[in-house]
């Protein structure tokens, strides 16, 4: 069945939520928590080592009930099921959208046209295990006999960010093995990277669910050729692994049949880490690590699908980015993670949430009059404070803000873990409640400050306050925590997407830009190049006159 093509503006809860957010827009949170005493415990979730506190909102208990009506008459329920049963809701691909298979248990049954797709996912999953233990064992040796010590990743978007910010988030559990990411079709890119690179020693993961994409072929063509400068066309076989659906592609740019692992078209490129695309993942932190953080995804899969929504934590937290998005009209959303080691989580969750939810045409194929995706950004804390918190604090955008955080620290340095929480605090405490002018006074009275010096600074240090916030508190970044973070940020898209009648799961809107630049770089060698704006024409001669 498909996705139902709802109006979320037309639903009798739209209105309501149109209504009541005139009642309560100027609402200041610390009133309401003044007025409730369990607003803190109402508004939070407690799931595993997950501690959400949504209660930092501008949100009554009446703005909850309806926006959880919303979900309702929009036909959540049956969305979820739809996703969850491998039905088409990647209609205008014709595909199904099963990321949650791949980590769902191997005594599940989930069928895409028919077929159980169960067992072929385990059938990678096992030739994952067996090759990540020969690479780290030093079973698996490269052209000279030398014990593999570094492995790069080829890839770009979904093949790249993935794996990317996994690894860098569990490098506190990484191996001995280096790895390296090229991404960029900028040849400075690879060739920085191949500084770094013995050849005898360097396994190469192309990683491209179509394989016909520019920059990964680009960029995987330069490290053979670098690569056959020291070794042969023989030697090829141990060095070089590709993941793909397109098999046929794969065995034509020289790939081993042996080496290559599959993967399926119903797994989206932006939701596929959990698939073959994370073999360096597998690589980096071991096989079990990465089995533990799919299995943190798939108990965040099970706690989605079944947890009623006034308790389920992406649907709650997809509700209140919709509240903000389409009645407060925020701009943005900014994920601030408190761990270096997410210092790639917002950069990861930028694709994952703009090209699914950057869409403005309705699954009816109407235009949209309202506001869809929401603008992602972020940086870890304490840096973030010291580079764009001023303009949250103190700007004129309303910027809601998820904070995400954990309890231990992973290296066990308590005294820096107690600084870097205090402020991860104390930043949602500002946000909340701001500083009032009475408040300034006070401080400046006590700095001694002039009756005039306290006129003049007056209002600059005033802070409105009443921003909102989620805070994400988990016990301890561990792969499972982070599968289940992961995923929380997969089922939000989803619920927005459905909220907001679009299809989450097509991206044509990166397609023009390639088209064009095929043609663009075709003109570069042409004399008299083709049709361009005159702004076009004149950049291109300019370059053509540099380059
Ligand atoms: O940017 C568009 C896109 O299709 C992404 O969705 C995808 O993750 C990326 O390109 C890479 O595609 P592929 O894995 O097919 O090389």
Redesign the pocket.
């Known amino acids: 069945m498909a996705l139902p093509t709802i109006n979320p503006t037309k639903t009798k809860s739209w209105n309501a939520l149109n209504a009541h957010f005139n009642s309560v827009k100027d609402l200041q949170m610390k009133d309401l928590f003044a007025q409730d005493s369990n607003r803190a415990d109402k508004f939070t979730l407690k799931w595993e080592d997950f501690y959400v506190d949504f209660s930092k909102n501008r949100i009554t208990e009446e703005t909850l009930k309806l926006l959880l009506d919303l979900a309702e008459e929009v036909g959540l329920k049956e969305a979820i099921n739809s996703y969850y049963s491998g039905e088409e809701i990647n209609e205008t691909e014709g595909r199904a959208v099963l990321h949650t298979a791949l980590r769902a248990p191997k005594t599940e049954s989930v069928l895409v046209d028919g077929k159980n797709v169960i067992p072929e996912i385990y059938e990678v999953k096992e030739k994952i295990e067996k090759f990540t233990k020969e690479i780290v064992d030093g079973k698996l040796k490269g052209y000279t006999g030398k014990d593999f010590t570094d492995v790069v990743n080829i ?5 790249d960010l993935g794996p990317a910010m996994v690894v860098e988030s569990l490098q506190y559990y990484k191996n001995h093995l280096t790895t390296h990411f090229v991404s960029n079709v900028d040849g400075d890119h690879v060739n920085e990277v191949i500084k770094k690179l013995n050849p005898e020693t360097t396994l190469f993961v192309i ?7 520019q920059e ?1 072929l680009s960029n995987a063509n330069t490290l053979r050729e670098w690569f056959l400068k020291h070794g042969t066309k023989n030697d090829i076989a141990k060095h070089f692994v590709a993941v793909s659906t397109n098999i046929e592609k794969v065995k034509g740019f020289g790939i081993d049949p042996n080496n290559i692992f599959p993967m399926w078209n119903w797994v ?3 939701f596929s880490l959990w698939s073959a695309v994370g073999l360096t993942v597998s690589l980096a932190v071991g096989y079990s690590n990465f089995e533990s953080l799919l299995n943190g995804a798939h108990k965040m899969d099970t706690h989605f699908k079944t947890q009623d929504f006034d308790t389920n934590i992406p649907v709650i937290l997809a509700l209140l980015s919709v509240w903000y998005n389409n009645f407060f009209q925020a701009e943005s959303e900014a994920v601030i993670a408190y761990s270096q080691y997410l210092n790639q989580f917002a950069t990861y969750l930028q ?1 994952g949430i703009m ?1 699914s939810n950057g869409k403005s045409v309705d699954r009816a194929g109407n235009a949209v009059n309202y506001q869809t995706g929401t603008l992602i950004w972020g940086e870890p804390g304490t840096n973030s404070q010291h580079a764009f918190f001023q303009l949250i604090h103190q700007g004129t955008k309303l910027i809601p803000a998820d904070f995400i955080g954990f309890a231990k620290s992973l290296h066990g340095n308590k005294e820096h873990q107690d600084k870097l929480m205090s402020n991860y605090l104390a930043q949602t405490e500002a946000l909340l409640n701001g500083k009032t002018a009475h408040e300034v006074i006070n401080e400046l009275e006590k700095q001694n400050a002039s009756e005039d010096t306290i006129k003049k600074q007056l209002p600059f240090k005033i802070f409105a306050g009443n921003k909102p916030t989620n805070s994400i508190f988990i016990e301890k970044l561990t792969p499972e925590s982070l599968g289940k973070l992961i995923a929380m940020y997969e089922h939000k898209i989803f619920v927005q997407g459905v909220v907001w009648n679009i299809f989450s799961y097509d ?1 044509f809107g ?1 397609e023009l830009g390639k088209q064009l630049a095929n043609n663009i770089l075709k003109d570069f060698e042409n004399k008299n190049s083709s049709n361009h704006d005159a702004s076009t024409e004149r950049l291109l001669e300019y370059y053509k006159s540099k380059r």
Not at 155 to 159: L, Q, T
Not at 207 to 213: A, D, E, L
């Open positions: 890839g770009i978007g979904g093949s990683v491209s669910k179509t394989f016909t994409t990964t989206g490129g932006r694709q090209e991206q990166v």
